[in-house]
């Protein structure tokens, strides 16, 4: 199941919960409910359906000499096939001028316009 079909099956919490740890790139749990505005009960629950479904990362900490854990967007998966024409990477990977004259350019396109879907 992809990332995409498993973030459509949350409740709004999980989803309200998910997007919290994404906007702030990772947070202790024990600021995760109370900026939900939940209960820690049900904070942890949410972070253990996230982590479950593979949406988080979880690892133990110590936080203002409490034990908690710091919460973190897992990695995604990347789609770099938006970037490949056939078997041709985009010419304007990597560089920092782009020229749109360039033959790289015009046979990448050109590649791109005839690829079969």
Do not use: C
Not at 4 to 12: F, K, R, T, V
Not at 37 to 45: L, Q
Not at 66 to 71: E, R, S, V
């Amino acid at each position: 199941m992809s990332a995409s079909e498993i973030e459509s099956d949350l409740s709004a919490d999980e989803r309200a919960g998910l997007e919290l740890i994404r906007e702030t790139g990772g947070i202790h749990q024990s600021d995760f409910w109370k900026d939900l505005d939940v209960s820690s009960r049900k904070g942890s629950r949410i972070a253990d359906a996230l982590e479950e479904s593979g949406l988080i990362q979880r690892e133990d900490t110590v936080y203002n000499g409490h034990n908690t854990y710091y919460l973190e967007p897992a990695p995604r998966d990347l789609d770099f096939s938006l970037l490949m024409a056939d078997d041709m990477l985009s010419p304007f990977i990597g560089e920092e001028e782009v020229d749109a004259q360039a033959d790289a350019f015009s046979q990448w396109m050109m590649n791109l316009a005839y690829e079969e879907y």
